[in-house]
């Protein structure tokens, strides 16, 4: 079962935007890993803005925006996974079965006539079979 889109702390079309602002971080990241072994060292942010041919204020704004679209898109993901927690504790909660003690008390009985009325062979009747021996009523 899919959550609830009110679950989002977003809008799915924002959302969409977040990603696409967050892969493009990614690019960006892959360009600093390439440099970091060709160099051997951790480039510069003006080292990596030159290889990827902007300027350094351009490159910390961009890096600045896909970390934050990043923190908002797994704010979102942890709003839907504690929703679909929530939602599986209430199933579970409503598949609950009672132990013998709890069903005995609920019911009003001892536990082991209980355990004579769960357990007691069943032996099946007709239908045609009067119901009272002084009468024709069957079922």
Known sequence: MLPSPFFFELPIDSN?????????????????????????????????????????????????????????????????????????????THCYRPSKEELASQVGVSTEKLDKLLYNK????SMQQPIWSDQDITF
């Open 16 to 92: 969409f935007h977040l990603l696409l602002i967050y892969q493009h971080l990614i690019k960006l990241e892959k360009v600093k890993t390439k440099l970091e072994s060709q160099n051997g060292y951790e480039p510069t942010i003006a080292e990596w803005a030159e290889a990827l041919g902007i300027r350094g204020p351009v490159l910390k704004s961009e890096i600045h925006r896909g970390r934050s679209s990043r923190e908002k898109l797994i704010t979102a993901n942890l709003r839907v996974v504690v929703h679909i927690a929530k939602q599986l504790a209430l199933k579970q």
């Open 122 to 125: 069943r032996t099946p009747l």
